[in-house]
């Protein structure tokens, strides 16, 4: 279902940068939404205030931040991680599968380099990297599981 005109210009509100640029860089710091300015700052009052007294309300925050995140995607709350950021999240996923020699994991080739390098350095244990070559710019999720195999350990796409 797509979203209509008024969603858009509800979610554009959300970014008062959004009313001065146009913003495509999505692999570093984005202007931040006004909920999340305000969560933030809400956060920094409280630590402010109480330090590492406020220990059981940010614990709280942290609960209902990963049920939120649990819901958006059909997980459970155990299954949310907080990292730094991406590439250390890739990291941690790519060295956290026990590998075997002859495994393999499938990524698009026009892949953002944070989410090739990790996989890549597999290699010298003797997983096979493949590469799926886009088809009019396009790398889709039938591309992908057509090349995958009963070694495929992983599928890592970072752009949806």
Request: proline content about 2%; hydrophobic content about 45%.
């Given at each position: 279902m797509a979203l209509g005109r008024d969603i858009w210009t509800s979610i554009r509100?959300?970014?008062p940068a959004a009313s001065r640029h146009v913003y495509?860089?999505?692999?570093?710091i984005s202007p931040l939404?006004?909920?999340?300015q305000r969560a933030l700052g809400a956060l920094s009052d409280l630590l402010a205030s109480?330090?590492?007294?406020?220990?059981d309300e940010v614990m709280e925050m942290v609960g209902r931040i990963r049920s939120g995140a649990a819901r958006l995607i059909g997980a459970s709350p155990d299954e949310i991680a907080f990292v730094q950021n991406t590439t250390q999240g890739v990291l941690i996923a790519a060295g956290?599968?026990?590998?075997?020699?002859?495994?393999n994991v499938v990524l698009p080739a026009i892949e953002f380099p944070?989410?090739?390098?990790?996989w890549m350095g597999l290699q010298r244990l003797g997983v096979e990297l493949r590469l799926v070559e886009p088809d009019g710019?396009?790398?889709?999720?039938?591309?992908?599981?057509?090349?995958?195999?009963?070694?495929?350990?992983?599928?890592?796409?970072s752009q949806v």
């Open positions: 509100e959300e970014f495509f860089n999505h692999a570093a939404s006004t909920r999340a109480k330090g590492v007294l406020a220990e956290a599968i026990r590998w075997r020699e002859g495994d944070a989410n090739v390098y990790p710019g396009m790398v889709t999720a039938e591309m992908l599981a057509d090349v995958c195999d009963r070694r495929t350990r992983a599928v890592t796409v």
